[in-house]
């Protein structure tokens, strides 16, 4: 598919293609349903399900890792057969029924519905991003821009979720919140739909080779041969997920495959690409470590809210939604400080940019296990901390995610820029896998204490939190839970630190990789 653009055959609107806003709301709406549903998942698992905080963490921490794991196979098969266009209406479609089967309460339509939304993620998440890179030119000053004007969108749908999916989940029940967040997935379907009618998008996101697509096999061309596949594997993706603790094995199948494909890949490009595909590779195992971190925000850090947080204005799933809300309020700034930057020929380069990220990253958990500072008797501690923190790791999110999108589309080569997209989104998958295990850190059960609570590590959440596991010992069984949570926030915002100050320091390295891409 050509990055090839000409004015000619798209709109624009506020110095930017319009198609940008078509996707703008068809992915907010997407997230808004995928957020909305994620803010109740573990709250719904652990208090109307009674699943215990491991088998919740498990369950969570599979569904959220397989929702990345699929966009790489949906990003090959819009590259050689479905575009675009078709791959993120089959992906909507599958989502849409997922998260209205969440509203039956049986086990089957528990983890089918998980299979579906994985399923359907899988086509939509990647193509609906590559789309996006479609619409700028190759060294278009306007992309990195463009991009953050997009994460915009994914965000306002993510602030907005878990505060009303939640206020009626807790008003109506638990399955009418499921039920908005479906409503959500249909309006960002109409809203693709639109802009294919109103011909916003030119001739981009089509079937790119209409030969290959008609080919039969079985007796059905090979895009509805796609559709029967997608619906069947859904049946597997609900039993990796039921069965969790087997998730491990997968993993090294996924790494398996990226490493051969990714090779195959290497030994068909230019020497230039082959350099920028590894410096795509490289961004992407920073974003992992980034995304199991950061990650924690739809586990630990909700029960953490939940449990040891005095919540003021809002439940423990409503907290979903700060992050989101500083990503609205800085979005826009941002985008213009990189324009003002690029103009003025003092924008960081993108590998410094991802250092940054983890630094703030870093430090936003950091300051989450400060707030052992502020704890009550009750082991409750200050929202403040919690606010604070949010908005300093949001800083660090605005350095590395969009910019990471931005990158995988101009570091892409050309042919295989949908599947790279979704190289990047299994940062995600291998970052869920890595939070869950983070995430059960954090589990405390008969006053037994974590890794991070002894040699070096005890004597950083010491030095942050002012916390011993002895002093937490001579506590409650809450307060247990607090030390339990503070020594896992602040053992890994320190890593996340030290990872972020290395990345800047070899930054100068990756960057005569990009050859040319800042």
Excluded at 70 to 84: E, F
Excluded at 184 to 198: D, H, I, Q, T, Y
Excluded at 325 to 330: A, E, K, M, S, V
């Amino acid at each position: 598919m050509s990055n090839v653009i000409s004015e000619v055959d798209q709109p624009q609107l506020f110095g930017h293609p319009k198609g940008l806003l078509y996707l703008f709301f068809a992915e907010l709406w997407e997230r808004f349903s995928f957020y909305g549903m994620r803010a109740l998942l573990v709250l719904y698992m652990t208090k109307h399900l009674l699943y215990d905080d491991d088998i919740a963490f498990g369950v969570y921490a599979a569904y959220m890792s397989l929702v990345y794991v699929t966009p790489m196979i949906g990003g090959i098969l819009a590259d050689k057969i479905l575009g675009y266009r078709k791959a993120i209406i089959l992906g909507g479609i599958l989502m849409v029924f997922g998260h209205f089967f969440l509203s039956i309460e049986m086990p089957v339509f528990f983890y089918g519905s998980l299979g579906l939304i994985i399923v359907g993620n899988g086509f939509f998440k990647p193509n609906i991003s590559s789309f996006v890179g479609e619409l700028y030119a190759q060294g278009d000053s306007r992309r990195d821009s463009g991009f953050t004007i997009f994460y915009l969108g994914i965000n306002l749908g993510a602030a907005i979720a878990p505060l009303f999916c939640a206020w009626v989940a807790i008003k109506y029940g638990w399955h009418y919140g499921f039920v908005l967040a479906g409503i959500g997935m249909v309006a960002g379907l109409l809203v693709f739909r639109s802009g294919l009618k109103n011909n916003v998008f030119g001739n981009k996101g089509h079937v790119p080779n209409q030969q290959v697509y008609d080919t039969k096999s079985f007796g059905l061309n090979r895009g509805k041969l796609i559709v029967l596949v997608a619906i069947a594997s859904v049946a597997v993706f609900a039993t990796l997920v039921r069965f969790n603790e087997f998730e491990g094995y997968l993993v090294w199948i996924v790494s398996g495959f990226l490493v051969f494909y990714i090779g195959y890949i290497l030994s068909k490009v230019t020497s230039k690409e082959r350099k920028r595909l590894l410096v795509a590779v490289y961004f992407t195992i920073l974003y992992t470590l980034f995304a199991a971190i950061f990650e924690q925000a739809g586990s630990s850090l909700t029960l953490f809210a939940d449990r040891n947080v005095n919540l003021v204005g809002m439940d423990a799933a409503g907290t979903n939604s700060i992050n989101a809300g500083f990503i609205i309020l800085f979005a826009i700034p941002f985008s213009m400080l990189w324009t003002y930057l690029s103009r003025r020929k003092i924008n960081p380069n993108s590998a410094v940019k991802f250092g940054l990220g983890l630094l703030f990253l870093g430090l936003g958990f950091i300051v989450f296990a400060l707030s052992a500072h502020s704890v009550d008797d009750f082991a409750k501690t200050s929202m403040s901390y919690l606010v604070i923190g949010y908005m300093v790791l949001t800083v660090g999110e605005l350095f590395l995610s969009p910019i990471g999108l931005s990158k995988m589309t101009e570091l892409s080569p050309l042919k295989y820029v949908a599947f790279i997209m979704g190289v990047w989104f299994s940062a995600n998958f291998y970052g869920h896998f890595f939070a869950g295990k983070i995430a059960k850190l954090t589990t405390v059960s008969d006053g037994s204490t974590n890794i991070f609570s002894e040699g070096i590590f005890g004597k950083i959440t010491e030095y942050i939190t002012g916390l011993t596991p002895q002093i937490a010992s001579e506590q409650s069984d809450s307060f247990q839970q607090l030390f339990s949570y503070v020594s896992v926030y602040a053992s890994f915002g320190v890593i996340s630190v030290i990872v972020g100050i290395f990345a800047i320091l070899i930054s100068p390295i990756i960057k005569k990789m990009m050859v040319g891409i800042h």
